[in-house]
């Protein structure tokens, strides 16, 4: 049914633009290109514009421009460049007829560099300049501009980067690449590594960056010299907004909500005052005075009675209808120039959002092994999840940069970003382990999330001839993520004769809190140099360059109980049924009833360093139509852990490990051009990933929502990859491409998320498989369609197929049978529909998404005799339509309103398992079971920019 019903919205979609496209005169197109007028040598980056409109664009790497969509009439095209006269050509544009073959000449102003109007910079925020630029690459790359997310309802990077080819996203935050998880990829933002907010990972949270204030994004595919080699689905670049192109003011406001969330009531304990700024003040944090381990054996009873009432004993939960989102932005853009021609920009973001979801009716369980004899499941927990939150997002972005004598640039960056999130889950249904048992938790979280990312980089040509040029770079990054109150309370009943809620109580030690806190410097600097240099005929490019990093980690976590051993059974009878909010007032809590005790296994807690330092050599060598860009890099990383392994709170007994590489890695990028629109790229290199902190720490985190709790492995070793890339480009006109590709990637030593056992329970823990093998074929087209006569419609597809394997240690305690890797889907599609009319002022987009079934959760093997009956199955994530609808229209120069629907078909997030078993007559047998299953809901927003 929906099949039919998402085949109409898409035909009327197009069919409806169509019929506004053939309304709307178009205007004409004009081409050329710009030259040196003295050398007759291409001028790449110049800015060609028709004067007083928004109609403009940059010379590509040949010099050539192209400018669509011009007014009727009379018109001026002006073009500049920095250290060169401007040059104005008077045009008529006649209604559909275009002019081709428009030849600009520019001479240069070593004098009067004052006079230019606007000296540019190579814009990088555009789909033109950044698929020039993916076109000149010498790497396999894929990418997003600024230009695109601003057709889109993307609010933030994790739904932005899902636009690109064979990219998705896990949790909303974390991207996979080419079916690889997250651990496979490296982001870095402006030249620096991104700052890490998770515990469980190095991983960087898409979702900490608002989408605003990203200027491009490009998935690098295949190694080369100068990037870091610690990935294998991609290395993600990500430029934050830097230099504005002329002065503006812009103010936004948004407002919307969700169709699980608006009209039901949201249920969340209070919070504090300044939790709508996204952290919070000294409501939740441990109370003043507390020691660094609390000890009650032994302790004055008056010193633990203080203790216990001195924390946040506030349990209430308030129910209210919530809210519409709300979001606020400012942006200010300010360029000029001094009287000695030094160029100034200047960017300043400041972004705020305020946000509700509810998702209620969430299934949730965990199984056992299949009954073959019954045929049915064996469920452990079969329980039904209601979950509330309140998201904050505070961001600001401030940006400076200098252009100075055309030579040399300068850029001082702040990023800023802060995330709180106040969340109440509520859980009910079965538990059978160790009896049968009905269960109502609740667990309370606040979370805030902080970073910030510093940067001060230069630019500098070294010659007059440009051939020869230094960039160097250093930063600092800070991220900070605290639990600081994370409550845990659990209410059972025995279920011998059915369930009597009348008769859930408070179990010894079932109320806990848990006070969590990470945070992380990182210290980085780096020079590149990049020259020219003649050898024989060949015009060869060589680089080279050191890049150093000094990272630190401070992880602290501490776990609390409320202990009631001290009540009479008389009180008992009465406490253990009370609600919480009276549970936890003074007239209980004291050192002879309940007492709150600390029960924090020191090992949890740890501090690291990593140091690592990496150098390149590189060489492109242009031979007629191939070029060839090899190189070698050099990378040192060093990572030292240190934990107290003392159980004792009076004793203190630190233990450390070191881990320490060296790598020699070389890589080949091979391209063959058989005309300007038509290139093969082949690309061979080696690439790694490392262990990281939190992965190699003996650290245990009990994970709510997984029901389970998630170790590490000081056993880890490194993993190797290879990597193969063959891919065809073709470029029909500016702005469109049309590519296909396939890949090949062998690891050693893999590092996989698992399940194994730990003497009766089950935990997630870290181990190297033996070797897995990554294979796939990627599909991408951006085309306009006005060959279809559909003016102003243009076409973006990607596609991904994709088949992995594991194979493991036989020996090992992990299970042993050969499956995909964890986090693959083998297949991702991505697909939009664009209409752009500049003259209405009119721009929409139709968006559709979609995975194929991948791994989200590891199983476990229980036979050394390949019974399959006997084996806990892999959980996977079933594929789900996604289709997003925006559409906006501009109101003169100032006023512009945006409207859409997100997740339009609104399916259910399905987890499933798969398990099998031989039945009576030998034949195997396979059965599903719904491990999680919810409906996520529809968003529909409508917002509105003023432009000044």
């Given at each position: ?10 035909l009327?979609?197009?069919?409806s633009?169509?019929?506004l ?22 001028i ?27 007014p009727?009439g ?9 250290s ?49 630029g ?11 501009s600024?230009q ?48 890490s ?17 990203i ?6 595919k ?16 990500i430029?934050?907004?830097?230099l504005?192109?002329r ?31 996204g952290?919070?003040?000294n ?25 216990t ?25 300010r360029?000029?120039?001094?009287e ?20 209620q ?7 056992g092994i299949?009954?073959?004899?019954a ?48 969340r ?20 309370m979280?606040y ?16 010659d007059e001839?440009k ?24 209410n059972q ?6 369930v009597?809620?009348?008769q ?18 990182v ?7 990049k020259g ?18 000094y ?41 002879d ?60 007994l ?52 997984l ?14 990859i ?16 049309i ?5 090949y990637?062998?690891?050693k ?8 056992d730990?003497?009766?329970s ?9 070797s ?24 973006l ?22 499956r ?12 939009g ?14 968006l559709?998404?979609r ?16 019974d399959?009956s ?7 994530e079933?594929p ?13 120069k100032l ?22 078993f ?10 599903e ?14 917002g509105?920019?003023f432009s000044?």
């Open positions: 049914m929906y099949k039919s019903g998402l085949l109409a919205v898409v009327g979609f197009v069919f633009i169509h019929a496209g053939i309304t709307a005169s178009a205007g004409s197109l004009i081409t050329g290109e710009v030259r040196d007028k003295k050398s007759g040598e291409a790449i980056g110049a800015t060609v514009q028709i004067e007083n409109s928004s109609v403009a664009t940059a010379t590509d790497l040949d010099g050539k421009f192209s400018l669509k969509n011009i009727i009379k018109q001026t095209i002006v073009c500049r460049y920095l060169y006269k401007t040059v104005r050509v008077p045009v008529n544009v006649k209604q559909g007829e275009s002019i081709a073959g428009l030849e600009i000449e520019m001479e240069e102003d070593g004098v009067a560099l004052n006079e230019v109007v606007v000296s540019t910079y190579r814009r990088n925020d555009t789909e033109m300049s950044l698929l020039e993916m076109k000149a690459q010498v790497q396999v790359a894929s990418g997003i600024s695109q997310i601003a057709k889109t309802l993307d609010r933030d990077a994790s739904e932005v980067v899902k636009r690109v080819p064979g990219i998705s996203v896990i949790d909303d935050r974390f991207v996979v690449v080419r079916g690889l998880s997250q651990r496979y990829n490296n982001v870095w933002i402006n030249g620096n590594s991104s700052p907010l998770e515990s469980d990972s190095r991983a960087f949270s898409f979702d900490m960056l608002p989408s605003s204030q200027e491009n994004m490009i998935i690098y295949s190694p080369a010299p100068e990037i870091p080699a610690d990935f294998a689905g991609g290395f993600i670049r430029s934050t907004k830097s504005p192109l002065n503006s003011i812009q103010i936004g406001y948004t407002t919307g909500f969700n169709t699980n969330t608006q009209f039901v009531k949201t249920r969340l304990n209070p919070g504090n005052t300044t939790d709508w700024l952290f919070d003040l409501k939740r944090p441990l109370p003043n005075g507390m020691p660094s381990h609390m000890d009650v054996t032994g302790s004055n009873p008056a010193e633990v009675t203080r203790l009432r001195s924390f946040n004993n506030d349990w209430r939960v308030k129910s209210y209808y919530p809210i519409p989102d709300q979001r606020l932005s400012l942006t200010i853009n360029r000029f120039e001094t000695g021609g030094t160029d100034i920009g200047m960017t300043t973001y400041i972004n705020y959002s305020n946000t509700y979801k509810t998702i009716n969430i299934t949730n369980a965990r199984f299949y009954s073959s004899d045929d049915k499941p064996v469920y452990l927990n079969d329980y039904v999840d209601n979950q509330y939150s309140n998201d904050v997002r505070l961001g600001a972005m401030h940006n400076w940069a200098f252009i100075f004598d055309g030579k040399n640039k300068l850029e001082f960056r702040n990023l800023f970003n802060m995330l709180g999130k106040n109440l889950t509520e859980r009910s249904g079965e538990r059978n382990v160790s009896g049968l048992t009905y269960r109502e938790e609740t667990e979280l979370q805030s999330r902080l970073s910030y990312l510093g940067q001060l980089t230069g630019n500098h040509f070294l001839k051939l020869h040029s230094l960039a160097w770079n250093m930063g600092y990054s800070y991220a900070y993520r605290t639990e600081p109150d994370r409550r845990i309370v659990v009943a025995g279920m011998s004769d059915g009597d809620v009348s859930l109580k408070v179990g010894n030690e079932s109320i806990k809190r848990y006070f969590q806190s990470l945070s992380d410097h210290f980085s600097g780096s020079v590149d140099y020219t240099v003649p050898m024989g005929e060949i015009l060869s490019t060589v680089k080279g360059g050191l890049i150093s990093e990272r630190t980690r401070n992880y602290a976590p501490r776990e609390f109980i409320y202990r009631y051993e001290n009540l009479s059974l008389e009180e008992r009878a009465y406490y253990l049924y009370l609600p919480y909010e009276e549970m936890m007032s003074e007239d209980w809590l004291s050192a009833k309940v007492f709150i005790d600390e029960i924090t296994d020191k090992k949890n807690a740890y501090e690291a360093y990593n140091i690592y330092g990496a150098g390149y050599g590189a060489i492109e060598l242009p031979m007629g139509k191939f070029n060839v860009y090899a190189g070698l890099r050099l990378e040192y990383n060093r990572l030292r852990m240190k934990w107290d392994k003392s159980q004792s709170a009076s004793q203190v630190m233990t450390s490990r070191n881990y320490t590489d060296l790598d020699l890695l070389p890589s080949v990028n091979a391209t063959y051009n058989f005309d300007e629109r038509n290139l093969l790229r082949l690309a061979y290199g080696r690439s790694l990933n490392r262990a990281e902190f939190r992965e190699v720490s003996p650290a245990v985190y009990y994970d709510f929502d029901f389970n709790e998630i170790g590490g492995n000081e056993n880890l070793k490194t993993c190797k290879d990597n193969l890339d063959f891919r065809y480009e073709f470029y029909p006109q500016r702005g469109e491409v590519s296909l590709g396939i890949f990637k062998y690891f030593n893999p590092i996989e998320w698992t399940f194994i730990m003497g009766g089950l935990r997630y823990n870290y181990e190297n498989a033996l897995a093998q990554s294979f796939g074929a990627e599909i991408e087209i951006r085309k306009s369609l006005d060959f279809l006569g559909m003016r102003g419609l243009s076409l597809l990607n596609a991904t197929l994709i088949k992995s394997r594991v194979r493991f240690d036989e020996s090992g305690i992990v299970r042993t049978e050969d995909e890797m964890q986090g693959q889907s083998p297949y991702i599609v991505n697909a529909l664009y209409y752009q009319n500049e003259r209405w002022g009119l721009m929409s987009s139709l559709y998404n995975l194929g079934k991948r791994i989200i959760g590891i199983g476990k093997s229980n036979s050394t005799t390949n399959v006997v084996n806990i199955p892999d959980t996977y079933l789900r339509n996604s289709l997003d609808f925006t559409v906006s229209k501009k109101f003169g006023v512009e309103l945006k409207a859409g629907v997100k997740d339009i078909i609104g399916e259910k997030v399905v987890y499933k398992q798969y398990p099998q031989y039945d009576a007559e030998g034949k195997l047998q396979k059965r079971q719904t491990t999680k299953s919810y409906k996520p809901g529809r968003s529909v927003s409508v509105i920019t000044f």
